[in-house]
């Protein structure tokens, strides 16, 4: 009947059939008509006028949102009429959005394959429960109980933590997990070690921290445990930020030796270490190494991943795993900044991941990103040999890829936009201390097969032409 009214086959003031004809016009119960025309009513789409009966509205909802008459002009904003502090380690020089058909990014999940109907389903079956409703209330800052007992046996059995519902704060994704840890440990001109290069945000995030940025290298072995020691040995050390499965952004994951030599300077000089994990159900070649986490005994790890990459990047869940007294301080924090997450998406995942969806799930994206991954070094081997450098990686989303000399990513970007592929234009956050490495991430996981050729053969006519 809303249709009706709103396409105009039912006008204002138009009288209604009264319920008992009209259920026996439609073969439907009496009761039924009369609770769809209270419902009408309670939404102002039909009135009752005693002795009379039931008509459409004379004055109906309003069906169409009102245009706005006068759009401010768009100066009005630019203009700021009060002071506040701009963050330059926030702004990334000479960043558009490029559009075109094809865009190619740094290493992201495709968000096509999301198991949206799965999701839904169980929200919307969660949600109608009445014994649910309490979920919409103010919750748990720490996050909903279930999820993090979800997520105790799904952590302790798939990546050999040994963790408890008290050791676990639900946070927006990984980067909030990141925020909280770095205004832990940083806030006074700290020092933290990350990788040469590292994962930009991460860096942004500690800068806007107050900490203070030390770089050592990184190789095919992950990031240099023993230049960490030197520096150690030199001054205070407050945190070690490392993405060791795959290091981001060379994609390389941290050897054996390197994790016990890191879990071992780390109680040795009482640092904490940041381990952030945010692909680890992404491996293709043999089993995941565990992380970090699984052999830390003596509390210095501070363990960031979440689901954003399994499942969404748009599904905001993620978790921050540490010693309780760290994840209660985490939490009083997170609280001052958003009071709690989303207690029922929270809840869907939980009973997503009890019964077996999101396992299933990552599972299948794991055989789909394999098989990209594949094709898409399969090709650049074939198609683009003389001009890349590159290694197939072992896991993740990404292929790190080195443009030889004289070759230049901004000739390169340039000229495939005018094909119609726009590649990430951030790319030169990879190099933030210019070291010319001219190495930019090209992620392969979100394009489909055909996606991948077309991307492969336009480079291939991009550097013949170059
Ligand atoms: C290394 C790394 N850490 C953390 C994140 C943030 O992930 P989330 O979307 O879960 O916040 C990303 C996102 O791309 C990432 O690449």
Redesign the pocket.
Known sequence: MIGFIKSGKLAPSTKLPGSRKLSEDLQIHRKTVVAAYDELMSQDWIESIPAKGTFVSKNLPIIKAKEFQHLPDSNTHSTVGFDFKKRDHLFIKGIEALHAPLKVD???PDHRLAPIEDIAKNYRNIANKIHHKELLGYGDTYGNLNLRKALVSYLNQSRGLKTTVDNILIT???????YLASQLLLNNQNTIITGNTN?M??DNTFMEANGIIKRVSVDDNGINTSEIASICQQQKVSAVYV?SHHH?PTTVTLSAERRMHLLDLAQQYHFAIIE?D??YDFHYSNAPILPLASNDTQGNVIY??????IIA?AL?I?YFIAPKEVVDEAARLRRILDRQGDTLLEQTLSRMIMNGDVQRHSNKVRKIYKERRDLFCNLISEKLDNYFDFKVPNGGMAVWVRLKQPYNWDIVMAEALKLNVAFNPEWRRYDNDNSGHNGIRIGFAALDKDEIRTVINTLEKVMERI
Do not use: C, L, N, W
């Open positions: 740094e290493g992201v927006r994704g990984s980067q909030m997990g990141i994962y945000t991460a993405t981001h952030d945010y692909d960031i991943g979440g689901f954003t990459k990047p905001r993620g």
